[in-house]
């Protein structure tokens, strides 16, 4: 096989403006999900280097359900538990991982998946692999929900319902309306799948996340990324024990995937206790999110943000690509979203407010957009 398709198929993709190179970090912090400045905390650091201290090793050897299932793995899971106030929790490498199980795995075949529009793409990828049928709301229509899980009733449809949404929306900014959905679930028997990788740490009390108070419902199963604003890697899902260890019995994503390191298992377990106490941290961050209303929503125009995502939504792939060089030339750290990330038409730059940085970055960049963009 020659390499020519594959070129064909870059350089179409460079001259719309969609050409994805990886680049190094630079600049301010703008663009990572390193939204309480946890990924170098120090006590975090410390259990690590203590467990190594005492033996704890880099690599799992295996799956869980071979020899890669490590004391740590356990503990962490216990303790996600609690915290999350749900029956069971099981640690899985990472958000994608575990969209793709829950997706691949619990909803069955004659049931429905009714899911947002703009849900992860993780989410249509388990999607795929799910041997139930699926159809996509639009986003954050609590009434298209309904209509969707009606039209399956009404058309014959007797499995169950699953619905899928993330509480707090990455390229968006926006969360979803839990309360409504809760409400849609429990009339129609449903289940509520919810991702909580933007929400965790950041949402909710002692930073258990926008769904905190449906958190131990028999029909609620949560994903909590651990790789961003708990600093470290890796993902948990929770939810009642029987669909953990249906998850475990049945998940291919979980069974023949190399467990995680039982280090990132220590690591996950000290940012728990980390963002257990960190309303002070919560409180910067509010702050960081009002001094961008007035450095760079108010001067664009633009909606105050809901939470640290602040999208500007710029349409054009090669403008919006343009913006974002000059800003990381000018020393910010902002990058550029594109089409198929976005729906087309709205590419963006996405705007992360991190612990990272301070409010004069802020200010600073606001400055510099404004000036860019006049």
């Known amino acids: 096989m020659t390499a020519e398709p594959f070129a064909k198929q870059l350089a179409a993709l460079e001259s719309r403006g969609r050409l994805r190179r990886l680049t190094p970090r630079a600049g301010r912090d703008f663009a990572s999900n390193d939204y309480l400045g946890l990924a170098g905390d120090p006590i975090i650091a410390q259990a690590v280097a203590d467990a190594l201290g005492r033996g704890v090793p ?26 999350f106030r749900t029956q069971g929790a099981l640690f899985v490498a990472n958000g994608f991982v575990g969209n793709l199980a829950v997706f691949g795995t619990l909803p069955q075949r004659g049931d429905l998946i009714v899911a ?72 129609h028997g449903a289940m509520l799948l919810l991702d909580e990788a933007h929400g965790t740490g950041v949402f909710g009390p002692r930073g258990r996340g926008l769904a905190a108070g449906l958190e131990g419902l028999h029909n609620v199963i949560t994903l909590h990324t651990c790789g961003k604003a708990m600093g470290a890697e890796g993902a948990l899902i929770c939810g009642p024990q029987v669909h953990i260890d249906y998850l475990i019995n049945r998940a291919r994503a979980f069974i023949f995937s190399t467990a995680p390191s039982p280090l990132m298992a220590i690591a996950v377990s000290a940012a728990i206790d980390r963002i257990d106490q960190a309303d002070d941290l919560r409180d910067r961050l509010k702050t960081l999110r009002q001094d961008a209303v007035e450095a760079i929503c108010a001067p664009l125009g633009l909606p105050a943000p809901r939470s640290q995502i602040v999208p500007v939504i710029l349409g054009d792939d090669a403008r919006t690509m343009a913006v974002a060089a000059a800003l990381q030339e000018a020393g910010f750290d902002v990058r550029g979203i594109r089409p198929p990330t976005v729906p087309a038409g709205t590419s963006r730059l996405r705007i992360s407010l991190t612990l990272n940085i301070g409010r004069a970055d802020i200010a600073a960049l606001g400055r510099e957009l404004t000036r860019i963009m006049a």
């Open 116 to 187: 947002d529009e703009l849900i992860h793409a993780s989410a249509h990828d388990g999607i795929r692999m799910s041997k139930a049928s699926a159809v996509f709301a639009r986003h954050n229509d609590v009434q298209s929900f309904a209509d969707l899980i009606t039209a399956f009733r009404t058309e014959g449809g007797m499995g169950r319902i699953w619905i899928a949404v993330e509480t707090l929306y990455s390229m968006d900014g926006d969360m979803a309306p839990l309360t409504d959905l809760a409400k849609l679930a429990a009339k």
């Open 58 to 83: 880099v690599g799992s050897g295996g799956s869980r359900l071979l020899r890669g299932n490590a004391p740590e793995h356990e503990g962490l899971e216990a303790k996600a538990a609690d915290y």
